[in-house]
């Protein structure tokens, strides 16, 4: 489809495209949005802190934090007997904040 729009027609590079891709499969989750969202929110943070802001069992959220560790999404630091989490892609905030420019003009009752 072609536009005349206010744009910048200049395509986007094939391998940004992938690695955005790449970023969108792990985080096309509720839950993993909800903790790439808390980490924006509250940056750096132990487990034991999104275990309680999420409301889920410490094994789901192990599962999620793990499979965005994997992905490159996020960092973990061993700090004593904990481990603390933060943002080490900022595709993952790319995205979050799209959903929040998204969320403006979105008219839906979303709680």
Known sequence: ?????????ETLPPDFMASMAESLKVLAHRDRLRIVELLDLLGESPVRVLIENIGL???TVSHHLNRMKRAGLIRSNRRGREIWYSIADANSLTILNC?????????????
């Open 1 to 9: 489809m072609n536009s005349n729009r206010n744009h910048n027609p």
């Open 57 to 59: 069992p410490q094994a």
């Open 99 to 111: 959903m929040r420019k998204g969320r403006k003009s979105f008219r839906g009752d979303y709680t």
